[in-house]
């Protein structure tokens, strides 16, 4: 099995690149799929998180699918977003899982409720915690959610910094760069924040992988087009 999880994931990484039943919580198996190798090689965000206060890492085996493991569409939801991940459980072989069941998004998130009120709304990318947070005017947390960043090969880095969205997109947005050399590849609610770099909609196997862009899932992509105007400023850290 091991060797097999070893041969996707270079595949499903070279996929990646064109563009810019039960509930674990409660199920008797639940310890039987704890821990997974501190040693782990595998690219996948979150693996410092296991065994600590708040959440633990979990076995994925053949066959279990989100929806099988989280029947409920919320708890879904959330475990994917921890995962930062909108791809299908099939290319993992282990996922981050909250220990306390009632555990909500907002509970979860990993940046602070208050910041510096300010002039314009801000929206703050975490790439160490591939993540981001929109916060409005007054610097309250409005929303946080996953993100996949660029890869960290020194080429294709997500650039940090402060920057102000120049441009946004709709639906229809499309690469005028990857893939190489027409372009063309889909790039959903697309928001422009620095040169050809971007927020938007796109694959996001939980770990960084983009040429630069900042990848989103399709229900972040969409909230953050509708809640961030032309000039929402842009934190990358």
């Given at each position: 099995m091991q060797f097999i999880k070893?041969?996707?994931?270079?595949?499903v990484i070279a996929s990646l690149?064109?563009?810019?039943?039960?509930?674990?919580?409660?199920?008797?198996?639940?310890?039987?799929?704890?821990?997974?190798?501190?040693?782990s090689s595998d690219p996948f965000w979150g693996k410092e998180?296991?065994?600590?206060?708040?959440?633990?890492?979990?076995?994925?085996?053949?066959?279990?699918?989100w929806a099988k493991l989280f029947p409920n569409e919320e708890q879904k939801k959330l475990v994917m977003t921890l995962n930062r991940t909108n791809m299908a459980l099939k290319y993992r072989s282990w996922i981050i899982v909250p220990r306390d069941v009632?555990?909500?998004?907002?509970?979860?998130?990993?940046?602070?409720?208050?910041?510096?009120?300010?002039?314009?709304?801000?929206?703050?990318?975490?790439?160490?915690?591939?993540?981001?947070?929109?916060?409005?005017?007054?610097?309250?947390?409005?929303?946080?959610?996953a993100v996949n960043t660029g890869r960290e090969d020194g080429e294709h880095l997500t650039p940090r910094g402060r920057f102000?969205?120049?441009?946004?997109?709709?639906?229809?947005?499309?690469?005028?760069?990857?893939?190489?050399?027409?372009?063309?590849?889909?790039?959903?609610y697309c928001m422009h924040f620095y040169?050809?770099?971007?927020?938007?909609e796109y694959q996001m196997p939980g770990f960084a992988i983009s040429h630069g862009c900042v990848r989103l899932k399709m229900s972040d992509a969409k909230w953050l087009y509708s809640f961030s105007p032309v000039g929402t400023e842009v934190v990358i850290k």
């Open positions: 070893k041969l996707i994931i270079p595949i690149n064109a563009g810019c039943g039960y509930n674990v919580y409660e199920s008797d198996n639940f310890a039987e799929r704890s821990a997974i190798s501190s040693n998180l296991c065994n600590t206060a708040e959440y633990k890492c979990i076995r994925v085996y053949r066959g279990d699918t009632t555990a909500t998004k907002r509970s979860l998130s990993p940046f602070p409720e208050k910041i510096a009120s300010s002039t314009k709304k801000k929206i703050v990318i975490s790439v160490p915690k591939q993540a981001y947070a929109a916060y409005d005017r007054n610097g309250n947390l409005v929303r946080w959610g102000s969205i120049y441009r946004k997109q709709g639906a229809e947005c499309k690469s005028s760069k990857y893939p190489i050399p027409t372009g063309g590849s889909p790039m959903p040169k050809g770099y971007a927020l938007h």
